[in-house]
């Protein structure tokens, strides 16, 4: 099967979510642009810098992001076939300084679960670049009689507590891991970079060896400006891992605390020496502008972040944004709050979207644990403040949800997340809980990717989690080279329907498993 303009729409996505459609598709091997002589295009082309990525795949939509060395116009190419005969050109922004150089490119009218290639080229206006290439599969179809399997890995956690890339130990190669699964995709709970986490050149290991770090000038202090954002997302994609693994794995990408400063909330002036710029706000507004221009996630209306992601008829992913509307971090006690971590608007959201979904399985992708106490000096930073009883402060917004969804019948919920820096699988049981009014649930816990391992964490008894497997350092902020960095791994069984969640180790050896039967 050829792909032409009636299976792909043009479509061009910059950071400010501008879509342009409606021009014809040339052949992959055609000119884009005006060509310079032979010698000139060999030796001053434009050059792509950063790989390139794709995420937000549905059964019909995915992006495509690229960065470019110099002003260019973004051209993707797509084809079923590796060899791209056949291919249709997809004619994408122009790349300028404005965006850091970084671009999307919107590919609409996909055939539904098909594995489909791309490559991406530039057109300064005198030359062509070498293309880049890389590879997704779109979703089954919710249309279609008969569903195939589904399997995607998730965590979080990129270059914190000073661990950054070590060639020689192997860089980011817990990606190499997550790559030989081949999954459909890759869920990304948070912490991507470290913005609040300056990197030495080097870090002694327990056992005598050195941690010898790459450097950037953007890893040497805290980023403030939106340049030294950019800076972080840019000093993660000299990974080669983790190039790689972009080319080959879409992602759908959630942020948390680190791609601005540690366990930030809107409001909050800060009172370290380390910050020029006290205005959390001011930072955040960059942070997440660096976070759009690198990540390929769709710009929405508002450049609101949480959303769902359908990948055909057994999964719908809630992408949920713990950050934004989070109130004050403090003692979480009060006995009328209503709110505090997802916001009023967010939470409305959430109730309707999942009591709409007709997904077989419905995975709650939350930045923050529910459970676990996440301490912040003497205040806490997430839901769970270590009062055993009746929901308080953040726990009333979470209660309220877990009620709605069982008087609406809402089954199969999963939820998924990072941020405590290990692996761990807890079952929520309303017959343990203090609070009662919901159906039982899972929550599986990994990470991290790249960073000082540290945990366990207590859990409160509040919701009743039961501690089920858990996977933790020797130590506080034990490094990458000791091996305890963690991944998790969901498949869906097209037959069955059943959900099998793995929690795996750096190398890709599952730890633990856990097999879930849907609730007819």
């Known amino acids: 099967m050829t792909l032409d303009r009636r299976t792909v729409l043009r479509g061009a996505l910059v950071t400010t979510g501008t879509t342009l459609l409606g021009a014809t598709a040339a052949p992959a091997s055609a000119s884009a642009g005006p060509m310079t002589a032979p010698g000139l295009l060999r030796t001053n082309r434009p050059r792509l810098t950063h790989g390139v990525q794709s995420g937000e795949v549905t059964a019909h939509d995915a992006v495509v992001w690229a960065r470019a060395d110099r002003p260019a116009r973004m051209l993707v190419d797509v084809s079923h076939r590796p060899d791209f005969r056949g291919a249709a050109t997809v004619r994408g922004p122009l790349l300028t300084p404005g965006t850091d150089l970084t671009g999307k490119t919107l590919l609409r009218h996909l055939p539904p ?259 676990l106490i996440v301490p912040d000096g003497t205040a806490f930073e997430a839901v769970a403040q270590g009062d055993p009883g009746t929901p308080l402060g953040r726990e009333r917004e979470i209660a309220d949800l877990l009620s709605t969804l069982k008087r609406h019948k809402v089954r199969n919920t999963v939820w998924l997340t990072a941020d405590v820096h290990y692996t761990a699988a807890h079952h929520y049981d309303p017959a343990k809980a203090v609070f009662q009014d919901f159906d039982p649930f899972w929550e599986f816990v990994t990470g991290p990717l790249n960073a000082g391992a540290f945990g366990p964490n207590e859990l409160d008894a509040t919701f009743g989690p039961q501690l089920k497997f858990r996977k933790t350092p020797p130590r506080a902020n034990t490094s990458p080279a000791e091996g305890f960095q963690f991944f998790g791994q969901v498949e869906i069984d097209a037959a069955t329907r059943t959900l099998t969640v793995h929690l795996r180790d750096i190398d890709g050896a599952s730890l633990h498993s856990t097999r879930l039967t849907p609730h007819r």
């Open 113 to 371: 679960g098909r594995e489909l290639h791309y490559r991406v080229r530039l057109d300064d206006g005198r030359a062509v670049s070498a293309p880049v290439g890389g590879r997704l599969r779109t979703a089954p179809s919710s249309l279609l009689p008969r569903s195939r399997d589904v399997s995607f890995v998730w965590s979080g956690d990129l270059a914190g507590q000073g661990w950054g890339i070590d060639p020689a130990h192997g860089g980011y190669r817990i990606f190499r891991a997550m790559e030989t699964l081949d999954p459909d995709f890759f869920l990304c709970s948070g912490d991507l970079v470290y913005a609040d986490g300056p990197l030495a050149e080097t870090v002694a290991l327990p056992d005598g060896r050195v941690w010898r770090n790459v450097l950037t000038p953007e890893k040497a202090k805290v980023a403030e400006t939106l340049a030294e954002y950019r800076g972080q997302f840019r000093y993660n994609l000299l990974d080669e891992n983790l190039r790689r693994f972009n080319a080959r794995v879409p992602m759908i990408y959630q942020w948390d605390d680190h791609e601005v400063t540690n366990n930030w909330y809107p409001g909050e002036i800060l009172d370290s020496p380390q910050y020029t710029e006290k205005r959390v706000d001011v930072l955040a507004a960059r942070g997440r502008r660096a976070m759009l221009e690198y990540t390929p996630v769709r710009p929405r209306s508002g450049d609101r972040l949480y959303r769902k992601v359908s990948y055909g008829p057994l999964l719908d992913v809630f992408v949920l944004d713990m950050r934004t509307y989070k109130d004050a971090n403090g003692p979480g006690t009060d006995p009328r709050q209503r709110d505090g971590v997802l916001g009023r608007a967010q939470l409305a959201w959430l109730k309707r979207e999942l009591r709409a979904s007709r997904a077989t399985w419905k995975v709650i992708a939350a930045d923050l644990p529910l459970g």
